[in-house]
């Protein structure tokens, strides 16, 4: 395949707003693959129910995910949404095997990886398990960035280190909104694909045990989280998800409405109403 050729076959819907690619996981890969080979400064979020929540209350966070060049259903209810509008095949193109799956492909076609987000401890784990797993894999550094805002100087030095480390795929683990905004900022800086996966960083170093496939299978690995951390993670799941099966519902009725329109049948005349 050559590089670009697959860049003209983009897919998107809309789910609430917010534009979320429609493909399999071989033409997330290739896509991913063909911009890492020729260094391109690209930007892929993955996209959990969360994330379009907060596109809907956040305009800021709303034109970050537009200005992506690949949005991936990470969540199983905006999975199963793209289902719903005709790709019948929609997998749950999540970050943390996404992760796993291009570390494995980089393991093998030699490209390098850069690790940013986390802490260092966490940090640590993480190369450790990625190496174990996949021996061929190169990394080519990794960056745990303070709890706080950057400042530019902070910020141009992380750029020139990652650019001059020849990593093509830099992983963003910061969580959501931040890893959008800091994908966003450096989006034609950064000479490689960004790719931000949320909690990714903690499920493959093992600070965070991740679900059971069942569950992962049947859109419940939002439950099993919400009860490793209730507290922290209750607003977060409930209300969001709450907040997308209402506007969702909405929406139905509102495509519904439009399609009976005009020549709405009249149940008790059995004629067109007026």
Known sequence: ME???VLERRTVESVLGVSVDAMSWDEAGDRIFSWAANRESRVVC????HSIVTARQDKAHGHRLQAADMVTPDGAPVAWTLRRKGHVAQDRINGPDLMMKCCQRAAETGEKIFLYGGSFSTLQQLEKALLTRFPGLQIAGAISPPFRELTEDENAAIVEQINDSG???VWVGLGCPK???WMHANRGRINAVIIGVGAAFDFHSGAIKRAPLWMQRNGLEWLYRLSQ????????????NSIFV???LQEMM???GRARKPGRISKSAGQLDQ
């Open 246 to 248: 209402w506007a969702t």
């Open 229 to 240: 951390d209730p507290r922290r993670l209750a607003g977060r799941y409930l209300v969001t």
């Open 46 to 49: 993955v996209c959990s129910v």
């Open 254 to 256: 509102l495509s519904k």
């Open 3 to 5: 590089a670009g050729q």
């Open 167 to 169: 990593a093509s795929i």
């Open 179 to 181: 890893q959008e905004i």
